[in-house]
Structures are given as structure tokens and as C-alpha cells.
């Protein structure tokens, strides 16, 4: 049981930590070029941000941690935790491109590509812990949500 704690806890601050480094590409154009872009009516305020993905990167964390937990020399916790932090590379890219970049176009194509992948992440972390499946379910409703805001501001601008 410390073993699994351990893990999960190390997963949830790696998470938070990408969350984190993605945050400095984010504030580098939220407060400038971010207000001039035409945004859709279903924009949610930018104070949600924060505290939403928080707590998707807690959940992220516990799930990933979960399935490191039964044992890394398995094929399927090894393929399950690839897929997953190559979502996480791909979640991370998003701030860069959009805030970073300022390329909405960019950043359109990374989170269909990091909604694909997560899609494949889910299924790996089922095959491996239902549990750890299941947390993922609010971050990919989310990100369904941010890929077709991003579309939209991408469409406007």
C-alpha cells in the first residue's frame, strides 16, 4: 500500500509539474494577445482555468499512478503509461503552440491529436485498472470541450 501511495503521489506531481511549466507559455499571452482574439460566446471567465485543470492534473496523477502501481515489467502498465505520457507531451504542446506560438491552427491540431491519444490512454489504463480508466473521464470531457473551443477561436480569428 505505501508502494502504491508512493507512486500515485509521484504521479500527481509530475502532472502538476507539466501543469505548471505549461502555465509560464500561458501567462505569456493571456493578459495580451489572448484578450484581442474573438472568442466564442460559450468562452468560459479565465479564472476557471486554473482551479479546472488543478484538479485534472490531481486526477491525471492518481489514475497514472494507479496503474504504475501494478507493476511497471508488465507489457500492458508499460504500454498504458506510454500512451499516457505522450499525452501528457501533447497537453503541454497545446499552451506552447496556442499562448506560446500564438497559432491557434497549431494548437487545434496537437488537441485533436491529444484527444485521439487520450481516447487510446483510457483504454490501456481499462485494460489495466477500471478505476484508474474512469478518472480520466472528466479530463476527457474536458479536453472534448477545449478542442472545440479552440476550433472556434481558431475559426473567428
Known sequence: MKKKLFRIGIAVLLCLLIGFLSSIATQTSIDTWYISLKKPSFTPPNWIFGPVWIFLYILMGVAAGIVWSKGFYHKW?????????FQLLLNA??????????NPLIAMLDIIALFI????????????????????????????????????????N
Open 77 to 85: 502498465v508499460k504500454t498504458a503509461l506510454y500512451h499516457f505520457g
Open 93 to 102: 504542446a497545446w499552451s506552447i503552440f496556442f499562448f506560446g506560438l500564438q
Open 117 to 156: 491519444l487520450l481516447l487510446f490512454t483510457m483504454k490501456w489504463f481499462r485494460v489495466v485498472n477500471t478505476t484508474a480508466a474512469y478518472l480520466l473521464i472528466p479530463y476527457i470531457v474536458w479536453v472534448a470541450f477545449a478542442t472545440i473551443l479552440t476550433f472556434s477561436i481558431w475559426q473567428l
